[in-house]
């Protein structure tokens, strides 16, 4: 990666500043292990998974199946004939890997907003010691730096963040969290009537029925 941050020395430069950067995806697995399943037979050979087709009494192994698409007319449509709209009807606009040319850095958005996402991969910057000017644009930003992410040329990417942590940066990216907002004027009530039913079968209890 090559990115490119507004010089945080003055606020109104327009003038970008460039640092060379890899991106390391840190793997759960490699962090903290993992630890798989096995199904073995009565002679300790490995079983292989089967689906089953119960109309035909038919047993279909693995790599056996596969998905597809059909129009309404129940006909097969071949996945390059097909072809990406937004929700209006307009054809959607490709996205381009985030891997394929420099990202900018320039927005940013509130810590809150941040904390509304589900964080799906994390990416470790490697190379920020040589860059410590960068480092010290990210910690001295009070908001977070973000920008689209996709792996790969895509219609749709990530909502990516750039956050410090003790000296490294980490790039985050998630989806956003729909919450539904119920209200501050509802009050909860407790139900009595349920306290009193409960404490009433905590005295029946009879320990002898152990």
Sequence with gaps: WVSELKCHRCPICSVFCKYDLEPLKLDRKKLYGSSEKIALDNEDNICNAVSLYPELSMLIPKGGTALGSVNIQGNWIEKSDMKYINEDGTDATIVSSSFDAPIELSSTVSIEHYLEHNITSIYSLQGEENH?????????????????FNYRADYEGDPAFVLENDGEVFVLVGKKIEFEFIGLNDEGTLDSEDEEIEEEVEDDFDFSMM
Excluded: G, R
């Excluded at 990210?138 to 689209?148: D, L, R």
């Design 132 to 148: 410590p000017d960068f480092v010290k644009a990210i910690q001295e930003q009070k908001e977070v730096y973000t920008f689209e």
